[in-house]
């Protein structure tokens, strides 16, 4: 996502905004640009597939490079193929921008810059990841020294090695270097970056980022060594991957090597503060009644089938829910629901977490959701932030109906609430002690009483406000921003129809401005 802004801004500053080009490559050569943009290979790919309709997405910091690639790309794929330049992402620009793509009906994509890898659903996409510089001599002895002066006693069992996508061309250099530098007991656990995902592969095929783990081992079968088992090497600078590498593998020891700056640290030292920080989050969702739910992506796969289990999964704790786009996220767009208690945002696993200090709600994740519905306080520390494995996990739960030794994630939280009726027969005004308060709150039930019939699927179109014939509003007993709005003290300019008789026609002034008719200083 982009930085957050402050609540009031001009709209000048969108046009006068100056970008941050960052690692962007500078004053390329001919065949330096060739080689960094892959030209050959794109166009490759695109005469394989025998696609028509092309769209190139660039980020904002290769946005520069855009019109001298699609002259090139057009000089050499010639006529009967339209490619389109597509910029300023609806969401996040590590993701396809699929939307955008149909808006041209285009029937490929090109991805330019960093990328989260997450699965697309409509469209097959082509990664150019660029070629940043990197010394892999220099990369593999830093790392092997400090790992031979900072491991523990009890070694892992194997070494895993993760890539940030702008190294993956020097991939084969490194992993020969570290076999060789390594004892040749040590497993190497990796998985190459795919260039191109089609919508159509297994999930499997495509669990190459640094947030899924590895799809598979050197020379073994994936399963047989886990990531929980490993310690990990990771190559590239301070950036969302690596911090979700270090949530969701909390239980593993991980040492980075910056190319940049030509060293390494151990990364796993900082884990604890950012899960207590993800924690003290969960902490104000579990005294949230309002929920918020965000649409952060329209491309990755499985969104939809997200929303609706966030959406059963509130109605069973009997809580609110409200469903919002607002594109990319900043506290001005969402300090307009001050009725939501606290947002959840639906989106790829690198722009999920986000650092809520302006905003005036607290923004969680789906699987910090499910921790805050938990009627017993308790986290194992293990992260997912993958929702795709979220989902699948709670399909199989549904589909068996009691918990599985093989579902690890499901037995060792327990974020499924119970039975509805055991919640009904509940005690409703039992208070809740907030950890964020220090004191015992009531909480709201929505959707508990018989006021609300409805299913709790279809309650959502109607629970907000109705308008009698008096054109005021008429709350309904299960909506939250009905009560909201009742309880402020302006609440909209009056419209008064019918009480304010219209005044007498007049002939108003004639002429030109410089003198009208019935000015006498015109005179």
């Keep these: 996502m982009e930085p957050t802004s402050a609540f009031a801004t001009s709209g000048e500053d969108a046009i006068t905004r100056t970008i941050d080009l960052g690692d962007a ?45 699609y002259r090139r790309l057009k000089a ?68 092997v020294q400090t790992l031979a002066s900072s491991s523990s006693a009890n070694p892992r069992d194997a070494t895993m090695l993760q890539l940030d996508v702008a190294y993956a061309h020097r991939a084969d250099a490194i992993l020969e270097k570290l076999r060789a530098a390594l004892p040749s007991t040590t497993k190497i656990l990796y998985s190459p970056i795919p260039n191109m995902t089609h919508p159509s592969a297994p999930l499997s095929t495509i669990e190459t980022s640094p947030q899924n783990g590895p799809a598979a081992t050197d020379g073994q079968r994936k399963g047989e060594t886990t990531s929980e088992d490993c310690t990990i090497l990771y190559v590239g600078g301070e950036s969302l991957s690596l911090t979700n590498l270090l949530m969701t593998h909390a239980s593993c020891e991980v040492y980075s090597y910056d190319p940049q700056t030509m060293s390494t640290r151990l990364e796993s030292a900082r884990t604890n503060k950012l899960l207590m920080r993800r924690y003290a989050v969960v902490q104000k969702a579990r005294d949230a009644d309002v929920f918020g739910i965000l649409v952060g992506t329209l491309g990755v796969a499985s969104y939809l089938p997200l929303i609706s289990h966030l959406r059963k999964l509130l109605a069973k704790s009997h809580k609110k829910s409200y469903t919002i786009s607002v594109g990319k996220l900043n506290p001005a767009k969402l300090a307009n629901f001050l009725e939501i208690d606290c947002f959840i945002l639906v989106a790829c696993p690198e722009n999920s977490l986000i650092e809520a200090k302006d905003f005036l709600r607290p ?45 690890s994630y499901v037995r060792d939280i327990e974020v499924l609430p119970e039975d509805p009726s055991a919640r009904d027969a509940e005690d409703v005004d039992e208070p809740v002690f907030s950890l964020v308060t220090g004191m015992y709150r009531h909480a709201k039930r929505y959707g508990s009483t018989a006021s609300s019939q409805q299913p709790s699927g279809d309650s959502e179109s109607s629970a907000v406000v109705l308008r009698n014939q008096d054109s005021s509003v008429a709350v309904l007993a299960d909506s939250a921003a009905g009560q909201f709005l009742q309880n402020r003290t302006f609440r909209g300019l009056e419209t008064r129809v019918g009480k304010d008789a219209p005044s007498i026609l007049e002939q108003g002034r004639s002429g030109i401005a410089r003198g009208y008719a019935d000015d006498h200083r015109s005179q």
Excluded at 25 to 49: A, C, H, N, W
């Design 25 to 69: 490559p500078k004053e390329l050569s001919y065949e330096e640009f060739e080689d960094y943009y892959e030209i050959d290979r794109t166009v490759e790919q695109i005469r394989k597939g025998d696609y028509k309709r092309i769209a190139l997405q660039f980020p904002d910091e290769l946005l520069h490079d855009s019109v001298p690639l």
């Design 363 to 407: 923004i969680v994740t789906p699987y910090e959701l499910e921790v805050a519905l938990r009627t017993e306080q308790s986290w194992t520390g293990r992260y997912v932030l993958n929702f795709d494995k979220v989902l699948a996990e709670y399909g199989q739960y549904e589909e068996e109906g009691k918990f599985s030794e093989s579902m």
């Design 76 to 143: 050499r794929l010639g006529q009967g193929r339209e490619l389109y330049v597509l910029a300023d992402t609806s969401y996040g620009s590590c993701c396809v921008d699929e939307v955008a793509a149909q808006h041209v009906d285009a029937d490929a994509m090109v991805h330019y810059g960093h990328a989260c890898m997450s699965q697309t659903s409509r469209l097959p996409v082509f990664y150019v990841f660029g070629k940043k510089p990197i010394d892999p001599t220099d990369c593999v002895d830093k790392l």
